[in-house]
Structure formats: C-alpha cells, structure tokens
C-alpha cells in the first residue's frame, strides 16, 4: 500500500477541484455540433518513470467499496451510478482516495499498477466532478469556459497539475499504446463504456479490460449492424488511431471480441456511420443495484 491520506495533500486536492469548478459558467454551454476530439499522443516525459518487478501496491479499497455499493446496471445491461443517492459520507471516502492517490510515488510501481492506478484515477475524478456539478444531465453541460470538462487541471500527483485529458491523451494512450484502454475508462455517458463493480489492480487489469472490450463491441452502443451498416461507437472514429488507423483494422479488432452471432456481420463491404449517447450515467431513484 502506498500514499498517506495526509490533511495538506487533501487540500491540495480539494483546491485544484475547486479552482476547476469555479470557471463553470452555467448548463448547456457545450455546443450540440461541436465534436469530442482527443488531443495529441504527445507523451509527458515525468510518467515514463517506472520500477519494473516493484512489489509496492496501491490500495483501491476505497473505490473498489464506492463501486460495489452504487454500481447499477440497467435493463439493456448499460453501467449507471445514483448520484443524487450518494451519501456525503461517501463522497467524503471518495475524496479520501483521490487523496491518497495524489500522494502516491507512481514512478516506484511496476507498469501493470500504474496502468489500474491511472484508469481508477481518472474514473474516480470523473464521478466526483458530477457529483460537484450535479444536477448536470450531461457531463458536457459543465463548462469550464473552453466548452469542456477535460482540459483543465484538476488533479496534482507528484507536483505535477494534471487534466483528465492529460490522464488520458498523454500518459494512458501515451505510454500504453493500448486500443483496449479505452474500455477502461468513462466518461460519465450512457454511450461510453461503463464503470466496473470493482477497481482495477495491477493483477487484474488486462483480465477486466478484455471483459469490458467484450461487453462493449456485443452491445448496441458499442456496435450495431443491420441491412448492410454498421453504426459504431463514436469511439472508433475519435480514436481510431488507437485501434489500428484504418478502417480494415479496426473491424479487425471488432472482431477480434465479437461474439459468435455478431462476428459474420461485420464484413469489409460494410457502410459504416457513428455515435455516441452523451445522456448522463444516472440512476437516481432506480432499482436494481448490483
């Protein structure tokens, strides 16, 4: 276990949030039309650190209880959270673990930890940030003045100020060069793929992320096909790079994780479109937790 849930690292952490927040400037500021696009795989130089074979393990209890306590699945199987039903108590846990968190030596893990810790960090400041902003009914209705909730910094590790694009353009995509990364992560969308019931760890991380590229591509918000079209999540037309560049190499690795009765469907000749469901995770007031 690594990290202290130290007072002035919780500062810290509660003033980058904070100062983040403060530059909203009301709902719905984030243009229909205006496409979600990642930013450049350009790697930040002070997270190639690591410590191959390290035994030093960070302890994601915290977040592994926040979700198997809140973690909802829909009829359709999509991954919902509650989160107007969140206790303070619990937020206050969960600030505790971003907390311990920032406080963590990330250059002292081996690879497999710190790709769990950085796609937990990222979830984890991803739920937080709705439920500061809640009631939001899309996570792109919260403006920080450049129409967009990923840009600005809103987390310090290693004295380092970090956006959630940074976590996830210029460290995750950077380092891993992993299509499957993002399975990994949400974005806090019905479109997007859907938490976990349990946090990632460095022993489990590629088994989950298989799991979740498998639930993904067999499910209508991932891929849909029928008369001749196939409308994909707009994940693989963002991040197509990440998944092969090309579009022979990305039905490649559709079906690579399509099951049986969806693998024949996709062929070459297919029309292919795109989308993505930006309506909040939300389920405030259902039933049916798991």
């Known amino acids: 276990m690594t990290g202290s849930r130290a007072p002035a690292r919780r500062q810290v952490l ?25 930013g450049p795989v350009r790697p930040l130089e002070h997270w190639r650190a690591h410590s191959p074979g390290s035994q030093r393990l960070v302890d994601h209890s915290l977040w592994d209880r926040f979700l198997r306590t809140y973690r909802r ?25 971003l907390a311990l968190l920032a406080a ?17 960090l990222h979830n984890a400041l991803v739920v937080r940030l709705i439920e500061r902003t809640y009631l939001v009914l899309s996570i792109r ?18 004295r380092q100020r970090l956006s959630l694009a940074d976590i996830r353009d210029r460290i995750l995509r950077a380092y891993w060069r992993d299509g499957r990364v993002h399975y990994g992560l949400c974005y806090g969308a019905i479109g997007s793929p859907g938490l976990l019931g349990e946090a ?30 196939a409308m994909l999540s707009a994940i693989y037309d963002w991040y197509a790079e990440d998944f092969g ?10 079906r ?12 070459e000749d ?6 993505f469901d930006w309506s909040l995770n939300d389920a405030t007031g259902s039933l049916g937790k798991i």
Request: proline share 8%; aromatic share 10%.
């Open 200 to 229: 990632f760890t460095g022993t489990n991380v590629d088994r989950l992320l298989d799991e979740q590229a498998l639930d993904f591509v067999n499910h209508p918000r991932g891929v849909w096909v029928g008369d001749g079209k």
């Open 73 to 97: 699945l829909r009829s359709d199987r999509v991954p919902l959270l509650p989160y107007g039903e969140v206790a303070s108590a619990e937020l206050e846990l969960l600030d505790e673990y």
């Open 14 to 38: 509660a003033g980058l949030m904070a100062a983040a927040l403060g530059g909203c400037s009301g709902l719905g500021a984030y243009r229909a039309d205006r496409p979600f696009r990642p």
């Open 245 to 254: 560049g090309t579009r022979e190499a990305v039905l490649a690795h559709l």
């Open 141 to 158: 209705d919260i403006d920080f003045g450049d129409g967009t909730p990923w840009n600005r910094p809103i987390v310090e590790v290693e």
């Open 104 to 120: 963590t030596p990330v250059g002292s893990l081996d690879r497999p930890e710190q790709y769990a810790f950085w796609l937990n």
């Open 270 to 275: 297919l029309v292919l479109d795109y989308a």
């Open 256 to 267: 690579l994780y399509a099951l049986p009765g969806l693998r024949p469907l996709l062929r």
